[in-house]
Every structure is written in C-alpha cells, then in structure tokens.
T-cell receptor, first 111, second 116 residues
Framework: QQPVQSPQAVILREGEDAVINCSSS?????VHWYRQKHGEAPVFLMI?????EQKGHEKISASFNEKKQQSSLYLTASQLSYSGTYFC????????????FGEGTQLTVNP | NAGVTQTPKFQVLKTGQSMTLQCAQD?????MYWYRQDPGMGLRLIYY???????DKGEVPNGYNVSRLNKREFSLRLESAAPSQTSVYFC???????????????FGAGSRLTVL
C-alpha cells in the first residue's frame, strides 16, 4: 500500500528548515528516503529500520516512529542543493514485502 | 564505476510498435528492478528479478515483459506500445533482495518513452 507524503510541495529560502512526513496505514519494517533532482535519477539518502531510530546525513536527518507507522525527514539550514523531489519508500512488516514509494514532495530552495 | 546504465535515454514510438529497454549494472548486485515514473504518482514497480534466473511481477506489469539475461543485465520489453505507456522508466539494482525490506536501490539515469 502506497505511503502518504506531506506536504506535496514546499518552498523555502536558503537557511530555513523543513520537515517532510511519510505515513502508512500498515505496520512497517523499514522506511527509505530518496532525493531526485530534476531530470535525474533518484538517489538514496538513508534507510531507517524498525526500532524508532533517528539517522543523520550532514544537515538532513530522519526519524521513524514504528508505533505510528510514520517517518519524518528533517532538512536543517537548507541549501540550494537540497532542491528536488523527496520520496519515501516503505516496506511493510510482512515477509517478502517489497518497497512501495510515496508520490513525492517537491522541495524548492530559493536564494 | 558506471553503476546502472540504461539505453536508450529517449525513444518515440507509434502505437503498436515494440521496443526493448536495456539495463546493465556493474556493481555485482543480485537484484534488479524496472520502475515507471508518472507525474504525481511516484515510482511504481513493473517487474523485478530477485536473483539471476528469476523474475516476478510488480505493481503494474500489464503490457510488459522482462528478461534477466545474466547477473548484469535486465531488459524490459513493450510488445505493443500504447499511449498509456508514455512514461519515464528507471532501472535499479540492489545487493539485497526485494523482500528484505532493507534493499538500498541504485537507479539508472532513466529512459523517457513517448508513445504517439
């Protein structure tokens, strides 16, 4: 079942913060985050496995609340290079569950 | 390292024509995938191959066939193209299998297909 991302789009000024949310109605085993710049391939950012951990990648971090079946991606002090579409992918807590992607959140960072 | 290479990058077809999208990876990954990306719909899995010699249907397999030629190569064929198959197609690969929940995907650059 496709996860739901919010917001669909966000516009920031350089240096501002943003949060992108991803939620599922099913119990999750893992949440993956990818970023896709216009006209390019999606690129892996991070994976969060069941356990409610938080991960970081420079000024981009994420959390996973397995009880609520939700994950949030935090972008701190945004840079122009952060612009792109962010996708979450979720794997349900059933054996053999495949990754299902959300519709994406378009992030634009302006000078 | 080239990573995941897809050909062609662009293709225009007429309804009813056939074509094959080629994908090759040089990372010694076991699993390979074909996704399509349409505006506002994210990435949808067409077919995947968990390991050499196996293929399975994904979310949207109708109208497509695949071949896992060897460990490196995974092709996607449209036998009779339809306008609904106009999309951007991405090939991806991963070390772990699709059922692991922890399969990190490396994507190719994409193939933009237009069916008139």
């Amino acid at each position: 079942q496709q996860p739901v991302q919010s917001p669909q789009a966000v516009i920031l000024r350089e240096g501002e913060d943003a949060v992108i949310n991803c939620s599922s109605s099913k119990a999750l085993y893992s949440v993956h985050w990818y970023r896709q710049k216009h006209g390019e391939a999606p690129v892996f950012l991070m994976i969060l496995l069941k356990g409610g951990e938080q991960k970081g990648h420079e000024k981009i971090s994420a959390s996973f609340n397995e009880k609520k079946q939700q994950s949030s991606l935090y972008l701190t002090a945004s840079q122009l290079s952060y612009s792109g579409t962010y996708f979450c992918g979720t794997a349900q807590e059933t054996s053999g569950s495949r990754l299902t992607f959300g519709e994406g959140t378009q992030l634009t960072v302006n000078p | 390292n080239a990573g995941v290479t897809q050909t062609p990058k662009f293709q225009v077809l007429k309804t009813g024509q056939s074509m094959t999208l080629q994908c090759a990876q040089d990372m010694n990954h076991n699993s390979m995938y074909w996704y399509r990306q349409d505006p506002g719909m994210g990435l949808r899995l067409i077919y995947y191959s968990a390991s050499e010699g196996t293929t399975d249907k994904g979310e949207v397999p109708n109208g497509y066939n695949v071949s896992r030629l060897n460990k490196r190569e995974f092709s996607l064929r449209l036998e009779s193209a339809a306008p609904s198959q106009t999309s951007v197609y991405f090939c991806a690969s991963s070390t772990r299998g699709p059922g692991s929940g922890a399969n990190v995907l490396t994507f190719g650059a994409g193939s933009r297909l237009t069916v008139l």
